[in-house]
């Protein structure tokens, strides 16, 4: 720790030393206004049985070799204690909480001294003070450096969806119980990396004094479950004590972890509390054993995860997700592959049941896909671009005698060129950004466009208008799907329930009654029947 403040002040002159070399015969106001943009204020945690060091003797240095016509003098306050003097401040603290110090640097200026070798000097002699007038003794820098004396710390991760007031109300709550709360990072399902954070946790382990035995998680989504994926992946030591803070109901989302860590070594003691709960972690930071005492003496709810689990070969959706999360697959790719029966059924509970007829089964689905992957508007964009584009292509070819085949690829070839000539206008005018991260979602866009370009080449054109609006609501309507958390977790924990999108699906195709449609379009002879 010490060490690293050093190197902290050493970078700091550095950079002062940048800024100062190039004034010369400076006057105070121009050496105020050399010092004014490199504040010494920042903030340390600072375990009680350390020294508090602060280094400034390189900013004593710099300065005395580019301001030879001036004394330099420090002064270090702390409250109830007797002000330091001299470029360097050292300290040990006797009792934990945040604390300051009031730093101020004086210049006194003076005449040129005869002697050349006192020059550089961290201390001025005496019998040089008696030889030199003192003009004057302004103050040129005043600045207040924090600091926090803790005795105990837990490390944490986070996800960035969660507030970040949440958090910082968290970790200033743990200072009011002396408590270093150290954030290891701060992630989303597409920036953890399991490598970097394992290396984290070691680099916390190592350089922080009672440290706890266990990792914090703090999550929203889907991040935990990625964050324990990518540790599947990683090379472990040993199996990691885990504390799982989330608002989800907690036995769901113990299968919904399980369906994760089944056949691999990845928690030794952990369980799962609610966020409600977090302020008990900061009374027990150092051992779960300890942890787990308390929150069952309190009678809080709390699920353990330390059972050794395997997945039945019965559940073998459930298998299947557990590997492709153990061959690294992002859990939102995961999860839409688990909405396509529901998406399915949806579209066919619309077309069937309701009596809005879309293009196809399958195109308002990959719309939905496209909604999710790339944005709506840019999705929209690219569909109404494609749409006027091959309407306008239809016209000028159905002028000359083609085959089928060979007129929807030659038009869909021209869709491809101007996709790639568009997405170019989008990314260098910065329109929209474009997440365009998977060559799967060009492959959908073509498969739509090949759609659109048999209903546009067709004699029914102006009947299809009504089924590509109702196309983009049902895909509107997956998107909004996608976004219920609750059903994501539901779907991961117990993804053995898409088996009943089955006879679902079998009673809507027996269905022979009227649709809603159509009793809106007849109910007025329905009216005169029931009369």
Known sequence: ??????????????????????????????????????????????????????????????????????????????????????????????????????????????????????????????????????LSRDLILQSDIWFFIYEQSVPIVVDESINRKSIEKFISDGKDLWVYVRELGSYDEFSINGSELLGNLEEYKVSTPDSSDYLIMWWEKEFLFTALSQMNTSNLRSPLNMVLISPFNTSILKNYIWNNIAWKDVLATAFIIDDTLRLQILKSPLKIQLLQSEVEKNNYEYTSLTEKNQISPILFISQFINRLLNAGIPVSDIYIILLLPLFLTLVSFVKHMVGLSTIGSTIPVFMALLFIKLSIVFTLWILFFFLICNIIISRFINKYALLYTPKVACITIINLVLFMWIYQVFTYFEIIDIPLNNVVYIVLFFVIAEKLITIITSKEFREYKKSISWTVIVAFLCYILFQFDGLRVFLMAYPEWLLIFIPINFFIWRFTGLRVTEYLRFREIIKNIEE
Not at 9 to 16: E, V
Request: charged share 25%; net charge negative.
């Open 1 to 134: 720790m010490i060490f690293r403040i050093i190197f902290s002040c050493i970078f700091i002159m550095f950079a002062l030393w940048v800024n100062i070399k190039t004034i010369h015969a400076a006057s105070i106001t121009e050496l105020k206004t050399a010092l004014e943009s490199y504040g010494i204020a920042y903030k340390k945690n600072v375990y009680i049985e350390e020294t508090f060091s602060v280094d400034l003797s390189s900013l004593d240095t710099t300065l005395k070799e580019n301001y030879n016509d001036y004394i330099f003098e420090y002064e270090w306050n702390v409250s109830w204690a007797s002000p330091q003097q001299w470029a360097i401040f050292k300290r040990d603290f006797e009792t934990t909480g945040q604390k300051n110090i009031n730093l101020s640097i004086y210049a006194s200026e003076i005449s040129e001294p005869d002697d050349e070798n006192t020059q550089g000097d961290s201390e001025v002699p005496e019998e040089w003070l008696e030889d030199t007038s003192i």
